[in-house]
């Protein structure tokens, strides 16, 4: 049985880019290269052709942020740093499935679309709690796209992005277990 992967963001936008997109809807994406390529780099039972790209259908992008935030089992945290003009998001117990992370990958690469050019930033989706050192996804911000590295494992992270990931996986971790010391 595998178990929950944590979903890590962290990106450069503008506050007003930043709440733009959380006003609109998701988007479905186009299955393209970048999207093939990372497909079939994947190891998984049971591998299905990349078909379709399964998207959110809510109200807002904020809905789809929001769930994971308020749900009690998720361990999400968010912070927008208004000096650096960074939005990290954070979720703990976020999926153990590709089926399940594909809407949201879908969705952070419309956001990227809402950078400034020159806005950076990574979102990956990885075995912290666990500590078998397994990539799902891995996505790199740049030019107001944001790509799929092949990733497999946590060795080929940058160390100091991988470094700062888990220092607020554990301060997501510390406050998730909060709420049941209450």
């Given at each position: 049985?595998?178990?929950?992967?944590s979903?890590?963001?962290n990106i450069q936008?503008k506050?007003?880019?930043l709440?733009?997109?959380?006003?609109?809807k998701?988007?479905p994406?186009s299955i393209?290269?970048?999207w093939?390529?990372w497909?079939d780099?994947?190891?998984m039972y049971s591998?299905q052709p990349?078909?379709?790209l399964?998207?959110y259908?809510?109200?807002?992008?904020r809905a789809v942020?929001?769930?994971?935030?308020d749900?009690?089992d998720?361990?999400g945290?968010?912070?927008?740093d208004?000096?650096?003009?960074?939005w990290t998001f954070?979720v703990?117990?976020?999926?153990?499935?590709?089926t399940?992370i594909?809407?949201?990958?879908?969705l952070?690469k419309?956001?990227a679309?809402?950078q400034d050019?020159?806005d950076?930033?990574?979102a990956?989706?990885?075995?912290?709690?666990?500590?078998?050192?397994?990539?799902m996804?891995?996505?790199?911000?740049?030019?107001?796209?944001a790509?799929?590295?092949d990733?497999s494992?946590?060795?080929?992270?940058?160390p100091a992005?991988?470094i700062?990931?888990?220092?607020?996986?554990?301060?997501?971790?510390?406050?998730?277990?909060?709420?049941?010391?209450?």
């Amino acid at each position: 049985m595998s178990e929950y992967s944590s979903l890590y963001i962290n990106i450069q936008i503008k506050e007003e880019k930043l709440q733009y997109f959380f006003q609109q809807k998701p988007m479905p994406q186009s299955i393209d290269e970048n999207w093939s390529k990372w497909w079939d780099s994947r190891k998984m039972y049971s591998k299905q052709p990349l078909s379709n790209l399964p998207y959110y259908r809510v109200q807002n992008n904020r809905a789809v942020f929001d769930q994971l935030l308020d749900g009690r089992d998720f361990g999400g945290v968010e912070h927008y740093d208004k000096n650096t003009e960074r939005w990290t998001f954070i979720v703990v117990f976020f999926s153990e499935n590709y089926t399940e992370i594909s809407p949201m990958l879908s969705l952070l690469k419309q956001l990227a679309t809402y950078q400034d050019a020159a806005d950076t930033g990574v979102a990956f989706i990885y075995d912290f709690f666990w500590d078998c050192e397994e990539v799902m996804a891995y996505l790199e911000f740049a030019s107001q796209q944001a790509l799929f590295k092949d990733y497999s494992t946590t060795k080929e992270i940058e160390p100091a992005i991988l470094i700062e990931a888990n220092r607020a996986l554990e301060a997501a971790v510390e406050k998730f277990s909060q709420q049941f010391k209450e």
